[in-house]
């Protein structure tokens, strides 16, 4: 007689093996909860089609787990999620180190090499009160205020906008006092020598004393000349006082002469003095002076 129906209880244990089970005979709802244990999972046979979407959580996630670069999307880390600083990295910056470990390191502002300061401007703030010597060759526009000091000698040869200048001056001091009663013209004494470095340039002469006729209304007769190679020529001539007039005795008299075309020989000036036919006549009273001014046109 043929055996239509068995219960489980007339099944003999270990007495249904794989091969008495049909294929996709077995499904979930034949499954008893929590029958399948990890031993019973073939591996490699959960793929990600097998996972449900955030079915994986953080606890899920072993805090050994080593996950790679490649599995974090771009940005996907926020500043929160990064250590903070502590007391040996406190204002480094992250450095990547070419095939090692990135390092936090200190940026030195101190010693900055100039040339990596390719725009902008440096503040007036980081300039020193005093600046270090340098050339100022390249040195342009400086304003006259801040120019100080004794210049140093320098050539005038390219100088512009200049119509004379001065090209040498000499200066001669006589202290005697020269007298005399006669009406001649006669020499005081009183010299200055120049040699002219162009002829196309000028001497100025200026010769200051105190000097005059001690003759109440009588004048006092003053001339400068001048000597070149035992040669004497007059140069400036002038005459002080007229009868009737105060005595010209002892005032200080200027007498001023330009000398065009001088040559290049030496020169020698020279003073002279003389009454108008009576009194005394006095050149240097209290001392006198030469000078001369070589110019250009």
Known sequence: MALTQISTAGVKDDAVTAGKIPADAVGSSELADNA????????????SGKIADSAITNSKVSSSAAISGTKLA??????????????NNNGKFLRANNGATPSFETIDLTALSASNLTSGTVPDARFPATLPAASAANLTSIPAANLTGALPAISGANLTGITAKVVQCVTSYYGNQHSTSSSTLQNTGHTLVITPTSNSNKIIIMN?????????????????????????ANGRYMQLGDDGDNSSFAFSHVLFWFHSSPGTNEITYQTKHATDGSGTAYYGYSGSYMVAWEVTP
């Open 36 to 47: 399948v244990d990890t031993a019973a999972i073939v591996n490699v046979a959960v793929t």
């Open 208 to 232: 200051q004393t105190n000097g005059g006729n001690n003759q109440s209304g009588r004048s006092w007769k003053h001339m400068l000349t001048y000597s070149i190679g035992g040669s004497v």
């Open 74 to 87: 771009d940005n996907s880390i926020p500043l929160a999620k990064l250590p903070n600083g502590d007391s």
